[in-house]
């Protein structure tokens, strides 16, 4: 079976990229399409044996600002040829499931969230009723595009309950789970390198708005605990001055390093709603519990009472309560390796594999 993948953009790190590598494992010979290819900062794609991007590619600085040509991304999937395959599977949470194939192919969307910006998330990302009324008419005619792309492939896949919902709600269409794999972080080397903090909690995301580490951040100032922040986004200048002593960056680590702080922490610190959700995955894969917003993937990955803990609003006040609660309770380290185990690679290549024979 001659099969092709498809991604929105190949410029980054991240879960949607594990998941091609896993892919990969499954198609070896498959080459991967996508709107633009940045290989510096995507080197894990030199895998694949062809990657292909599309004409926005020529656009000066296209793969480092690929949000300014989203009106151009329906074009630039709907402009691949894909006649030759009997395959294509789309992994997308924009446009890359508007490919054009024919009868005859089969074309399996794995959907990591139908597109936040035109829907669930629109709010966080168009504010003020000026920018709103000026982007409108492209806004429109994107999300009337997106309804109709979302039609085109003959299987519809979300990587959690959270997403079948949106896909449901916003697209009108059934979807089958098949979360994704979380464990290519290597966990082994506990022991190596040092972490000075004691009874610290964690923090692990992109500082970018829409993650809400504000509001970690806020709380723990209220509380005087220490809390280490990893990761590094467009926010990082504005968190660190609102942060007291008491919070720590320390940027962007390895895979290895990050293994140490998550074995090491007290707990991880989720105040965000996420599609899935794989740090809580990763935290819990070293034995360390989460502490997480009461909302989307989550709730398909943390066992509370058990793994974790749950607070139910996007709140200084509800996140404190939850590390107060959190405090008088013990978690044990198998449970959440247990827990975190359900999502391996293994299982999200067998349960692939089944559905592709069914197909």
Wanted: glycine share 6%; hydrophobic share 40%; charged share 25%.
């Amino acid at each position: 079976m001659k099969t092709a993948l498809v991604y929105d953009r190949v410029n980054k790190w991240g879960g949607a990229e594990r998941v091609l590598l896993a892919l990969h494992e499954i198609f070896p010979d498959a080459p991967l399409y996508t709107s633009v290819y940045d290989s510096k900062r995507a080197s894990w794609a030199a895998v694949f044996p062809k990657v292909y991007s599309s004409f926005l590619q020529k656009i000066p600085f296209a793969s480092t600002n690929h949000e300014l040509l989203a009106p151009l991304m329906p074009i630039a999937f709907e402009s691949f040829n894909l006649d030759e395959f009997d395959l294509v599977i789309s992994v997308t949470s924009e446009a890359a499931k508007g490919i054009i194939t024919k009868p005859c192919t089969k074309h399996i969307c794995y959907c990591l969230t139908p597109t936040r910006y035109l829907w669930s998330h629109y709010e966080t990302y168009f504010k003020g009723s000026t920018f709103k009324g000026v982007t409108w008419p492209v806004v429109d005619h994107l999300k009337r595009w997106d309804r109709i792309a979302s039609q085109r492939p003959d299987v519809m896949i979300a990587i959690s309950t959270e997403v079948q919902n949106r896909i449901k709600k916003y697209y009108d269409r059934d979807s089958e789970i098949i979360f994704p794999p979380v464990d290519t972080l290597d966990t082994t080397p506990l022991r190596s390198g040092v972490v000075n903090e004691e009874n610290f909690f964690l923090v692990v995301s992109r500082l970018v708005p829409y993650k809400k580490v504000d509001l970690a951040i806020a709380a723990f100032n209220k509380m005087g605990v220490p809390l280490v922040i990893v990761g590094t986004g467009s926010e990082e200048g504005k968190l660190k001055r609102m942060a007291k002593e008491n919070i720590k960056f320390v940027g962007q680590l390895t895979y290895g390093e990050l293994a140490v702080y998550y074995k090491r922490c007290v707990a991880l610190i989720m105040p965000q709603e996420e599609d899935f959700g794989i740090v809580a995955v990763e935290a819990q894969l070293a034995g360390t519990p989460v502490i997480a917003y009461k909302r989307g993937g989550v709730l398909d990955t943390v066992k509370d009472g058990v793994t974790g803990i749950f607070f139910p609003e996007p709140t200084v006040d509800s996140l404190v309560d939850a590390i107060k609660r959190f405090e008088k309770m013990k978690f044990k380290p198998e449970d959440c390796i247990n827990q975190a185990r359900k999502f391996s690679k293994e299982r999200f290549q067998k349960e692939f594999g089944k559905l592709i024979e069914n197909i």
